[in-house]
């Protein structure tokens, strides 16, 4: 499977301030894909990362506050806009080659103070 | 959308014996169920997965069986050890590229 890593791991942020989240990975996938996991909770994903296009929101979400980013085959960003502390949450992408099958990334940890 | 419900939230277990965990999903059109284990601090682990047209997939300790009629699935793990003590997840797809996740079962196994 792919190589998938993320930066940064984890970063403490203040109220209001923005955070982009790198993804990348070492070899050309075909989807890409945002998720965001609470303290103790599941996955909800965020988004479809769409290469060359607008990402593909899902119901709760929406672009001015996650805009994403996906300029080529192997990387894309997250950025979580005007933060406050309900968006303190693991941050991970992940992608596919076909055959359904998703692979995350390590996760980045978010904390807004 | 799809709705995902797993069961137990959590569940402890002897080291050898067998854990089972449930899912049940609510679109008939899921075609894809896979099974995910998360260590604490970890990336989510794919672990075995299952498609609409099989009814039991095997790995060595770990089976996972799928009735489409009853629209559920299962994990089973046997001869536990200490080391799957990890949060599990179950996920229906229909287009494989919106995954609905299960809100997650702690697994202990106590040695």
């Known amino acids: 499977s792919a190589v998938i890593s993320q930066k940064p791991s984890r ?14 990975v070492d070899s050309q996938v075909t989807m890409m894909f945002w998720y965001r996991q ?3 909770q599941s996955l909800t994903l965020i988004a479809t990362a769409n290469q060359g296009s607008e990402a593909t929101y899902e119901s709760g979400f929406v672009i001015d506050k996650f805009p994403i980013s996906r300029p080529n ?3 894309s960003t997250l950025t979580v806009s005007n933060m406050s502390p309900e968006d303190s949450s693991i941050y991970l992408c992940s992608v596919s080659s076909g055959l359904n099958t998703q692979y995350f990334g390590p996760g980045t940890r978010l904390t807004v103070l | 959308g799809e709705n995902v419900e797993q069961h137990p939230s959590t569940l402890s277990v002897q080291e050898g014996d067998s854990a089972v965990i449930k899912c049940t999903y609510s679109d008939s059109a899921s ?11 970890k990336r989510p682990q794919l672990i075995i997965d299952i498609r609409s047209n099989v009814g039991e997939k095997k790995d060595q300790r770990i089976a996972v069986t799928l009735n489409k009629t009853a629209k559920h699935f299962s994990l089973h793990i046997t001869e536990t050890q200490p080391e799957d003590s990890a949060v599990y997840f179950c996920a229906a797809s229909t287009s494989g590229n919106q995954f609905y996740f299960g809100t997650g079962t702690s697994l202990t196994v106590i040695p």
């Not at chain 1, 942020?13 to 990348?24: A, E, F, N, V, W």
Request: hydrophobic letters at 25%.
């Open chain 1, 73 to 75: 085959l192997t990387f």
């Open chain 1, 11 to 24: 970063d403490i942020c203040q109220r209001g301030t923005s955070l982009t989240i790198q993804c990348q």
């Open chain 1, 38 to 40: 609470q303290p103790g």
């Open chain 2, 31 to 41: 075609n894809y169920f896979p099974w995910y284990k998360q260590e604490l601090g």
